[in-house]
């Protein structure tokens, strides 16, 4: 998954169930070799912790394996995306 972060000063310090890697404003959360394959219908949580030095807006442009995702619904600090 690949997303922009929407404002400069935020940044990646940690993260779970990915390899999480950011340059400049964006960042790529690769899997793991236990959560790379899932079966149809099948989902995998990931997350991070992160800093900001500035406003935090929350990312809505992700990609998953190079696919545009539609975000289907925000709650403050949780994400759930829907990829077509």
């Given at each position: 998954m690949t997303y922009?972060?929407?404002a400069s000063g935020l940044a990646v310090t940690s993260g779970h169930s990915a390899t999480?890697?950011?340059?400049?404003?964006?960042?790529t959360a690769v899997a793991l070799s236990w959560n790379a394959n899932l079966a149809p219908g099948a989902s995998a949580t990931i997350?991070?912790?992160?800093?900001w030095t500035t406003t935090n807006p929350e990312p809505t442009a992700f990609k998953l394996n190079g696919?545009?995702?539609t975000v289907s619904q925000e709650r403050k600090g949780t994400f759930l995306t829907l990829c077509v």
């Open positions: 922009p972060f929407p999480w890697t950011q340059s400049g404003a964006n960042v997350g991070y912790n992160g800093a696919s545009t995702c």
